[in-house]
């Protein structure tokens, strides 16, 4: 039998640990437990969380400095109201960069539409002897700038000056508001001092026809208080089957306004020579494609109104929206998505959403079937130095939230977006721009505006208030989303 050896036992790391383990109390124990288990879960989900919310959604990028070099090539084209040459060539402009950028199927499409055109507006006071039989003699009227002194409305008729029989006796209406002031300026020219309840344009000129008016002059005294009283475009939307009137009507600055009322308690008339023309002119609306990589007649469409109010050149409304469209055309034409993601520039806006109504009209199977979902550019520029803010507004409750976590993942991701602030929210979407159009075949929608300008449709809307920088949330904010929705249909 063999003798027994002495074996002596050696202590391991883990024969230790569950030495020290046993020692420790239960406490200590659920404790230890406890911060282990958090710690896993920092690690297990936090992280992956925060990845998943960098990887949803693909940034689409945005070049200001492109852009804004694009804001002057329109700045030297001038005023682009819908029917003029100035007009036409945009939307060239337009096409040129889309096929420039590799969009497909690039063209642009042409409707008729009954529109006005502003060739020519003069209009001066003249002083006239007691009785108004004639004018004052050896004096001379009193004229005003066009476009900074007054500026025409909507569908003005034209009125022209032969001689001082021509002349209009002015009546003054006060703020409009009894229906004597109305009937008592039958066959003159009525002069309204606008306030906080004056009615729009269109309700403006229906109430003047009605009346008989010759002329109908606003004075401008709460308007652009800031900048001046300045007057401003606004568009009368009358409809087909109503009658025109030939009705000069127009917007004066606070400033010609009070000149004009203190010269009409003396006894003088106004003078007018408008030419204010009628006729079928051309709308254009630019459309291009970068195309899904996989078969399907489903897609996003980004769209802008490419005209501008004829008396200023628009850098913001909406030359704005219009540069922020093909900025992000130009990037997401660098992307390969899964459906594809439609661009347009609109003509017609600012006469009634002439063009947007137009090609809906027309393309109304192909939208109503495919249609995802219509992002409206207005305005997309926020003037930040005026404390101001913007604003992109939804038919959809969850494209909001996709919009909020785009803003703030932008936001982490460049610094200079953090002083800009743009509200979600949700409404019926069916006013203020070209998405309303698209209301009509109960599609979602969105319109995106900045805070405009105070210049907003005056003589004073140039490129000296455009922001490219606020663009660029927008253009990464609305590109992003449409980029999103390709991918996920």
């Known amino acids: 039998m063999a003798e027994e050896e002495n074996i002596e036992v050696i202590e391991g790391p883990t024969h230790r640990i569950k030495k020290v383990w046993r020692k420790v109390p239960l406490v200590g124990k659920l404790a230890l437990v406890l911060v282990i288990i958090l710690l896993l879960a920092g690690v297990m989900f936090s992280a992956p969380v925060k990845s998943v919310f960098k990887e949803k959604y693909h940034l689409i990028p945005f070049d200001s400095q492109r852009a ?96 001082f029989r021509d002349d209009m006796t002015i009546y003054d209406m006060g703020n409009g508001t009894t229906n004597s002031s109305w009937s008592n300026a039958a066959g003159k020219c009525g002069l309204l001092h606008n306030d906080q309840w004056t009615p729009g344009d269109t309700q403006l000129y229906r109430r003047a026809k009605e009346n008989g008016l010759a002329c109908l002059a606003i004075h401008n005294r709460v308007i652009h208080a800031e900048i001046g009283y300045v007057p401003l475009f606004k568009g009368v939307y009358i409809t087909p089957d109503e009658t025109y009137v030939e009705m000069p009507f127009f917007m004066m600055s606070k400033s010609m306004g009070d000149t004009v009322s203190a010269a009409a308690k003396n006894g003088s008339k106004l003078r007018l020579n408008f030419d204010v023309p009628r006729s079928m002119r051309t709308i254009h609306v630019t459309v291009g494609d970068v195309p899904g990589r996989e078969a399907s007649d489903h897609y996003v469409m980004l769209g802008a109104h490419s005209d501008t109010v004829y008396n200023g050149n628009g850098a913001v409304d909406n030359t704005a929206g219009t540069v922020t469209v093909l900025e992000i055309a130009r990037n997401m034409a660098k992307e390969r998505p899964k459906r594809t993601v439609r661009f347009a520039g609109f003509g017609g806006e600012e006469e009634g959403l002439l063009g ?20 409206n550019l207005d305005m997309t ?67 995106a505006a900045g805070s405009g300008s105070l210049e907003y449709h005056t003589y004073l809307d140039d490129i000296n208030h455009i922001n490219t920088e606020s663009e660029a949330l927008f253009g990464e904010i609305l590109g992003t989303y449409a980029y999103y929705l390709a991918e996920n249909d």
């Open 68 to 163: 804004y070099k694009d804001h002057q090539w329109f700045d030297r084209l001038g005023a682009r109201m819908t029917g003029t040459d100035a007009e036409a060539q945009g939307a060239e402009y337009l096409a040129s960069q889309f096929e420039d950028a590799g969009l497909k199927d690039v063209h642009i499409e042409e409707y008729q539409i009954m529109l006005f055109e502003v060739k020519k507006a003069e209009v001066s006071v003249m002083p006239y002897l007691p009785g108004g039989a004639v004018p004052k003699p050896m004096t001379s009227p009193t004229g005003f700038t066009h476009k900074s002194d007054f500026v025409v409305q909507g569908f003005s008729g034209s009125h022209t000056w032969s001689d």
């Open 356 to 375: 947007s109504n137009a090609y809906v009209h027309a393309h109304a199977q192909e939208i109503k079937d495919n249609l995802l979902f219509y992002e």
């Open 381 to 447: 520029n926020i003037d930040v130095k005026r404390g101001y803010g913007g604003w992109i507004g939804t038919n959809d409750n969850a494209t909001a939230e996709h919009y909020r976590a785009i803003q703030e993942l932008a936001k982490q991701r460049d610094d200079r977006f953090q002083k800009y602030d743009i509200a979600i929210t949700v409404g019926d979407m069916n006013s203020g721009s070209d998405q309303a159009a698209f209301l009509y075949l109960d599609k979602h929608v969105c319109h």
